[in-house]
């Protein structure tokens, strides 16, 4: 069996510090709001909940932190996400954008996040890590092969694990945080680059 990973065309995932300033304007967010970002359609699986009970546990102590969710079905039409929200007691911390483009939306976010209870191989981890983004997950499918050392990785349905992992992200000064990022996009580069990744594919048939 030869196993071949997805591959990106990273010429589309590039930071533009315009494009981070107007989508922030955008969302009525300043430049030095925290913004963590989570991407997928809502499903049990993705466990959303667990997202939404790890970022209720920081707004307790940190209320400068936002977490904006997108994808099908993460919009204010949707009852039980917004009663886990309404829940949380933090409402006004969440920004629902439902389906819609991500890149420029992860130009504006700081950190990325998925809090899956099950996954394969989570594209969203790598197109955020292109995006020079570090990145917390969950311990499931390959999002830990896929962050390596450029983020956490925390056991699936444990929101206080969660919650802390995303804490010591926030907690390290800018700077650090885009040294991080910077070395995200360099590993997804070489080991996903589409051009390689068609490399293996021509490699094979040959």
């Not at 206080?160 to 991080?180: C, H, M, Q």
Request: include cysteine; aromatic fraction near 8%.
């Amino acid at each position: 069996m030869c196993v071949i990973p997805n591959g990106y065309e990273l010429n589309s995932f590039n930071l533009n510090p315009d494009t981070r300033s107007e989508v922030r304007e955008s969302l009525g967010l300043s430049d030095k709001a925290t913004l963590v970002g989570i991407i997928g359609r809502f499903d049990p699986l993705k466990d959303f909940h667990n997202f939404i009970s790890a970022a209720s546990i920081i707004c307790k102590i940190r209320r400068d932190i936002y977490f904006i969710m997108i994808g099908k079905n993460l919009d204010g039409n949707n009852k039980e996400l917004i009663s886990w929200i309404n829940g949380s007691g933090f409402k006004d911390n969440f920004i629902l954008l439902g389906e819609c483009e991500p890149v420029s939306l992860l130009n504006a976010m700081d950190l990325y996040c998925i809090s899956s209870k099950s996954e394969g191989f989570p594209n969203t981890v790598a197109e955020a890590m292109a995006m020079q983004l570090p990145c917390v997950v969950t311990d499931v499918g390959q999002a830990a092969e896929i962050v390596q050392d450029f983020g956490k990785i925390v056991p699936p349905e444990n929101p206080e694990k969660l919650a802390l992992a995303l804490v010591e992200l926030i907690d390290i000064s800018p700077i650090d945080r885009k040294i991080i990022g910077k070395h995200a996009r360099l590993s997804i580069e070489s080991r996903y680059n589409i051009t390689k990744i068609a490399k293996k594919y021509i490699e094979l048939v040959s």
